[in-house]
């Protein structure tokens, strides 16, 4: 089988291309990528080396670009990571989010309508669903869930889901979508909340908190996100979704407070800033689906995981350093 990973040079697409190269060593995987910001061709440095793996470097909104990959490559199944994906930066620019997340994803329905596949299976988002109150924890959000998302990347995710469920219905395009939570591990781009963490705390610099910190998320390590996803590519099923959720809640604060603790590091470099506009308070997703129909469940408990994120940072400080001068 050959599988396309759009944005494996990103962050969840670099380990899914890791974890790919591992579990199933026979099997090739073409990587695309348009390596911007988040994209870092050193995350894929041993999978390079890979006579089973190759790097096409090319926009998902780019309709000659994806023609050529799919006519050259003529892939079995697509994975989509490829996504803007921060939340700060879509407030900035939400016009880059529309085209990549929503038309990028049509181009390569496009040609998986063109050229045929076995499936297409999109990378989604909890955020689709919108925030939960922090004062009703017995709430979380199911496959059956309304969207309700509250900013221009969340919105543009439900979009890119709604336009792969039509393309399954209006043309039989096999896809599936999985919607998972917040995810930490290695080869995170430093923006996001734990390696920002680890790197401010490294440096003894202020960590920015937003608010009260109070915002709970729900945690899985990546390796449970990859191991999920090829579970659900495996299976036959098609048009369906599934929340990927790791049953791991921790408000910002908390998980902050976690890593300064391993680190040794002072509470007093918590740095308090004004809120971010339309800030979700709490994402919770419950996956029974995915447990009652692959028996599925995350096997890294958070205690564990962010032990070992925090040890890769410390132990690949080239790595975040190249991306963050």
Sequence with gaps: MKILVTGGAGFIGGNFVHYLLREHPKEQVVCLDKLTYAGNLKTLEDARANPYFTFIKGDITDTETIDRVFKQERPDVVVNFAAESHVDRSIRDPQLFLRTNVIGTGVLLD??????????????????????????????????????????????????????????RTFGVP??????????????????????????????????????????????????????????????????????????????????KTILEILGKPESLIQFVADRPGHDRRYAIHPGKLKDDFGWRPAVRFEEGISRTIAWYVNHRSWWKAENP
């Design 175 to 256: 896809v599936s979508i999985s919607r998972c939570s917040n995810n930490y591990g290695p080869y995170q781009h430093p923006e996001k909340l734990i390696p920002l963490t680890i790197r401010h705390a490294l440096e003894d610099r202020p960590i920015p908190v937003y608010g009260t910190g109070k915002n709970i998320r729900d945690w899985i390590f990546v390796e449970d996100h990859c191991a999920a996803v090829d579970l659900i590519l495996r299976r036959r099923k098609v048009g369906e979704l599934y929340n990927i959720g790791g049953h791991q809640e921790r408000s910002n604060l908390s998980v902050i």
């Design 111 to 168: 040609a998986c309508r063109k050229y045929g596949i076995a499936r297409f299976h999109h990378i989604s988002t909890d955020e689709v669903y919108g925030d939960l109150p922090l004062d009703r924890p017995e709430l979380s959000f199911s496959e059956t869930s309304p969207l309700h998302p509250s900013s221009p990347y969340s919105a543009s995710k439900a979009s890119a889901d709604l336009l792969v469920l039509a393309y399954h």
